[in-house]
């Protein structure tokens, strides 16, 4: 069993950044893909960002590509969004998810695959 807590949510103006933290706890000894993920208000949660266990293989969003950056700290068992060039269309809860894997150089952006979620922190990008 993982648990995943975000944090780093918050009220930005329009251009501005954030950086989001997903720290995990409990079974943390094998691999797991990280994924974030988002919903805004009246639409279904989206795919953001994922990264391998590795942090050798990263994969975007086209909406977020060039903008959002993933990483991960396995030491620290945290996983970061680095969120840059904020637009108020970014307005949405954010999630991070867990996905167990054999592979140390795989990533997923299916919802589907994530066994572990967190509860989600706000961002909000003000115009």
């Known amino acids: 069993q993982v648990q995943l807590v975000e944090s780093g949510g918050g009220l930005v103006q329009a251009g501005g950044s954030l950086r989001l933290s997903c720290a995990a706890s409990?079974?943390?000894?094998?691999?797991?893909?990280m994924g974030w993920f988002r919903q805004a208000p009246g639409k279904e949660r989206e795919f953001v960002a994922t990264?391998?266990?590795?942090?050798?293989?990263?994969y975007y969003a086209d909406s977020i590509k060039g903008r959002f950056t993933i990483s991960r700290d396995n030491a620290k068992n945290t996983v970061y969004l680095q969120m840059n060039s904020l637009k108020p269309e970014d307005t949405a809860v954010y999630y991070c998810?867990?996905?167990?894997?054999?592979?140390?150089?795989?990533?997923?952006?299916?919802?589907?695959?994530?066994?572990?979620w967190g509860q989600g922190t706000q961002v909000t990008v003000s115009s």
């Open positions: 998810a867990a996905d167990r894997t054999a592979y140390s150089d795989s990533y997923s952006y299916t919802q589907n695959d994530y066994d572990y």
């Open positions: 990264i391998s266990w590795s942090g050798g293989r990263t």
């Open positions: 409990g079974r943390t000894s094998i691999y797991y893909v």
